[in-house]
């Protein structure tokens, strides 16, 4: 029996761009899955034709049960969704914003009147509840539109990059949120950009790359597979670098990465701290100054370079691809889509 997510073999091409590639989902009930992927891998494209916003050229998705390309409106009352761009609206205050919300969802008024005022006080936002969202800053509005998403409790949630823009409390909080919902029973697929997250909140994580899910796993199971632990060490001086690297050749276990500007040498090494307290030995005895070493484990973000071949670190033009039916963002992020797609065809040019 499928889970309350599934897709399979999903396709949808824009152009020539070919944004899904096959895309294949299953999130049991109950559970997180984290959707982890670089810039334009197609993590929004999936949420937006899981959520029924964008038809896929081909595939299948049931969601909470429903088909999605049969029974668009079925499935839009079982599923809450926060959209990777905010979309508040701007002229209402905060505390509108979220009851308007449930009267569409035909709660009653009071009832929603309640549960509008939990979630300003859960997101922070009880002190400017009752201004317009057009005064609130990039992370309040995020935490708005997050409230607005959990107005009811539907069960399965999709959040595309909740916590970008929201500051560590913020950030902590929301994590703190997201765990009492799923621990109610509700099952959530988060896109995200911070590897640490998928790390807390996911019990599944599929990367994806090019439009296809490229490794699926828990964090550990991603974790065991890009190898074991490596000896990180930060040399004192510059010119220390290259007998540290000689020093390291001899433990490790593979090739030493050397990043010059910041003294660090990283080299992948089994053994665990005996083998450390040896290389301390060693760079002791050549008389090599460190200001840190440590043993550590492979993280997500070395999974995903060794996966993708890239970190996740956001690409500003990426970032402003245009993306349409996200909601309120029109102006600021029309005009950087509008100034990429300039760089863009200013590169096709160059490149002729
Ligand atoms: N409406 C659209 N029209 C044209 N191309 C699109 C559209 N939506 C997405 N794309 C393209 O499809 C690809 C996947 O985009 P998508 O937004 O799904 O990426 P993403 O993984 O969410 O990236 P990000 O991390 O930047 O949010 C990108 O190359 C993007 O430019
Ligand atoms: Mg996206």
Do not use: C
């Not at 982890?36 to 909470?64: E, F, H, M, S, Y």
């Not at 997101?123 to 997050?146: E, H, Q, V, W």
């Not at 600021?332 to 797609?341: F, G, K, V």
Request: glycine share 12%; proline share 4%.
């Amino acid at each position: 029996m499928p889970g309350a997510i599934y897709a399979e073999g999903l396709v949808k091409t824009f152009g020539d761009v070919r944004a899904l590639d096959g895309v294949d989902l299953d999130v049991p009930e109950g559970t997180v899955l984290g959707l982890l992927g670089p810039n334009g891998a197609g993590k929004t494209t999936t949420v937006r034709v899981l959520t029924t916003l964008l038809q896929p050229d081909r595939g299948r998705a049931v969601v909470a049960g429903i088909d999605v390309l049969k029974h668009p409106n079925e499935v839009r009352r079982s599923i809450g969704l926060s959209g990777q761009f905010a979309a508040v609206d701007e002229y209402l205050t905060g505390r509108e914003n979220l009851q308007m919300v449930g009267r569409l969802y035909q709660m009653k008024a009071r009832a929603a009147k309640a549960r509008t005022a939990e979630l300003l006080e859960r997101f922070n936002l009880a002190d400017a509840a009752d201004r317009p969202a057009k005064t609130y800053s990039g992370g309040m509005r995020r935490r708005l539109d997050l409230a607005a998403a959990l107005v009811v409790s539907p069960p399965v949630m999709f959040m595309d990059e909740p916590t970008t823009g929201l500051d560590p409390r913020n950030r902590q909080q929301l994590w703190g949120i997201i765990q009492e919902l799923v621990a109610g029973g509700t099952t959530l697929l988060l896109t995200t950009q911070y590897l640490e997250e998928a790390d807390h909140l996911a019990h599944d994580i599929a990367v994806v790359d090019h439009g296809k899910v490229i490794a699926r796993g828990t964090s550990d199971q991603l974790k065991a597979r890009t190898g074991g632990e490596r000896v990180e060490v930060v040399v004192h001086e510059r010119d220390r670098i290259a007998s540290a690297r000689e020093v390291l050749a001899g433990f490790g276990k593979g090739e030493t990465s050397v990043e010059e500007h910041t003294r660090k040498l990283t080299v992948p090494v089994s053994g665990g701290a005996k083998l450390l307290a040896e290389v301390i030995r060693e760079l002791d005895g050549r008389g090599i100054e460190i200001d840190d070493i440590g043993l550590r484990r492979p993280t997500l973000d070395d999974v995903f370079i060794s996966l993708t071949g890239h970190g996740a670190e956001r690409d500003a033009e990426q970032d402003a691809a245009p993306h349409d039916g996200d909601g309120g963002h029109a102006g600021a992020a029309a005009a950087r889509s509008r100034a990429a797609e300039g760089r863009e065809a200013a590169r096709k040019e160059t490149a002729r």
